[in-house]
């Protein structure tokens, strides 16, 4: 509770002009916890209350955003890291019906929720099949901010602001998945070569 806290109050010192707030929850990563308030409130133990804890402090940042008068310009973006940590058990969350999870490069460990949220720019609702990875995100909030990304280095993300935005493709392109030097696996279109 006190990140939601914070993060309001950053965002009410912050309403008056440009700015940029990650809020990585860390609660979901062992050993788990949830604040009393929390606590057997799921159908899912303790790691269904975790999640039920970010839950609202997302719907708290949400509600921050609409009390400043910022909804409708503040990008807004829902993700994670890595599929859930299986060998962690009921504490390390589940893939659902997708193979594996963190540390691997099936889909359990790879495909993680998306969310973009940016009312009166990105459609409510729209189910978005383009694969895309969290490397974009700082590629095409650049874009989006007005800027140009720097030309002293090479960045593995590309920008997918056309297609957040409604494009109906944003061109082929291929991912690869390493594990040290070594190449794990590869994605292209509807491909995947493991």
Same mark, same amino acid.
């Given at each position: 509770?006190?990140?939601?806290?914070?993060?309001?109050?950053?965002?009410?010192?912050?309403?008056?002009?440009?700015?940029?707030?990650?809020?990585?929850?860390?609660?979901?990563?062992?050993?788990?916890?949830?604040?009393?308030?929390?606590?057997?409130?799921?159908?899912?133990?303790?790691?269904?209350?975790?999640?039920?804890?970010?839950?609202?402090?997302?719907?708290?940042?949400?509600?921050?955003?609409?009390?400043? @008068?910022?909804?409708?310009?503040?990008?807004? #973006? =829902?993700?994670?890291?890595?599929?859930?940590? *299986?060998?962690?058990? !009921? %504490?390390?969350?589940?893939?659902?019906?997708?193979?594996?999870?963190?540390?691997?490069?099936?889909?359990?460990?790879?495909?993680?929720?998306?969310?973009?949220?940016?009312?009166?720019?990105?459609?409510?609702?729209?189910?978005?099949?383009?694969?895309?990875?969290?490397?974009?995100?700082?590629?095409?909030?650049?874009?989006?901010? @007005?800027?140009?990304?720097?030309?002293?280095? #090479? =960045?593995?993300?590309?920008?997918?602001?056309? *297609?957040?935005?409604? !494009? %109906?493709?944003?061109?082929?392109?291929?991912?690869?998945?390493?594990?040290?030097?070594?190449?794990?696996?590869?994605?292209?279109?509807?491909?995947?070569?493991?």
């Amino acid at each position: 509770q006190r990140y939601a806290e914070e993060a309001v109050r950053f965002i009410e010192r912050s309403k008056d002009k440009p700015f940029f707030l990650y809020l990585p929850h860390s609660m979901p990563h062992v050993p788990i916890h949830c604040s009393d308030a929390f606590r057997g409130r799921s159908r899912a133990g303790l790691y269904g209350d975790v999640i039920e804890e970010i839950d609202w402090s997302v719907g708290r940042v949400l509600d921050a955003l609409k009390e400043n @008068g910022l909804d409708e310009n503040t990008l807004v #973006v =829902f993700s994670s890291d890595n599929g859930p940590w *299986l060998v962690k058990r !009921a %504490d390390g969350g589940s893939a659902g019906p997708l193979r594996q999870g963190k540390g691997s490069t099936f889909e359990g460990g790879v495909r993680e929720p998306g969310i973009f949220r940016w009312s009166g720019h990105i459609a409510a609702g729209r189910v978005e099949h383009t694969p895309a990875i969290t490397l974009d995100l700082f590629p095409t909030f650049v874009r989006l901010a @007005g800027g140009s990304m720097p030309s002293c280095r #090479v =960045f593995d993300g590309k920008d997918i602001s056309l *297609l957040l935005l409604g !494009a %109906d493709s944003v061109g082929d392109r291929e991912f690869f998945f390493y594990l040290g030097e070594e190449l794990q696996a590869m994605r292209s279109g509807p491909w995947k070569l493991k």
